[in-house]
């Protein structure tokens, strides 16, 4: 068990040189190293090669503990000791999907400005290769994502980084989605906070185009659903007389949501009011 408090800074303690440092073999006559996060998880692989079975550490903190980079910090450890090289090794795809994660799941919030708003759990597959056990693949499943911050922010906070991130993107691929700034879209502007102190988005859309491409992921396709949520929002109802229905006040952000998304206009805007009852 260690317990860590999150500094909210870089401190350098996180090297090459202390990975080493934390893997080299020691004996009990060795002076104890302080303790870290790397001492963790080098018990956990070495037990894991000892005993030739599968090995588990648990993150868990309140908001801003800082599991998030704790996380990133352990992958860091294990691609020095048990990574292989090359951009499309196991273990870079495998560090690819950190900035994806956290810029789909990670949001503003009155506490942190990078809080993971859904739960993680990841497997690392390792093989045995003699000396040392290599990373050959990994899976990571996501669980209780806060859906509802899609469309509502409370204030102070944002919505997920990737919908602001988006108009980071180069002139053209924002024209072709008729994007203007982060404050005209009603799903960014509610909770009268568009940026986030130590979060560079336009750095960080730009990793995750990288990530993108080396995951082989279609990332325009990814990007036309993330810009058809934010012209979601911007979708208005007027009701139409006394009675309940209601009509769509402008039908060309609908159309455009509906070309983004690959649909039928006509069929869209009859599904956005109409109420289908079944027995």
Not at 100 to 112: C, D, L, Q
Not at 136 to 156: C, D, F, H, N, P
Not at 228 to 233: D, E, F, I, K, N
Not at 245 to 251: F, H, P
């Amino acid at each position: 068990i260690l317990i860590y408090i999150n500094p909210y800074k870089s401190l350098p303690i996180f090297t090459p040189e202390l990975v080493r440092t934390y893997y080299a073999p020691r004996s009990e006559l060795d002076e104890p190293l302080p303790p870290h996060v790397y001492q963790v998880v080098n018990n956990t692989y070495l037990q894991m090669r000892r005993e030739g079975s599968a090995q588990g550490m648990v993150i868990s903190g309140e908001s801003g503990a800082g599991k998030t980079e704790a996380t990133k910090i352990c992958l860091s450890f294990l691609a020095e000791v048990a990574g292989s090289s090359g951009p499309d090794s196991p273990t870079q795809l495998l560090m690819d999907s950190s900035p994806i994660m956290e810029s789909f799941g990670n949001a503003k919030t009155v506490r942190n400005n990078n809080s993971s708003r859904f739960g993680k759990y990841m497997e690392i597959h390792f093989k045995d290769a003699g000396a040392r056990s290599v990373i050959i693949g990994g899976t990571i499943k996501k669980y209780l994502l806060e859906k509802s911050r899609i469309v509502w922010q409370a204030a102070g906070e944002r919505n997920f980084h990737i919908l602001v991130e988006i108009f980071e993107l180069p002139a053209a691929i924002k024209a072709k989605y008729a994007l203007t700034k982060p404050e005209d879209y009603f799903y960014i502007n509610q909770g009268g906070s568009i940026r986030a102190e130590g979060w560079d988005d336009k750095e960080e859309i730009e990793g995750v185009q990288a990530a993108f491409k080396r995951l082989g992921i279609d990332g325009p396709a990814i990007f036309d659903i993330v810009a058809a949520v934010l012209w979601m929002g911007q979708v208005t109802f007027v009701g139409r007389g006394q009675d309940t229905a209601v009509k769509i006040e402008d039908s060309s952000v609908v159309n455009r949501v509906a070309n983004l998304l690959g649909l039928d206009e006509k069929g869209f805007a009859a599904t956005l009011t109409t109420r289908t009852v079944k027995a």
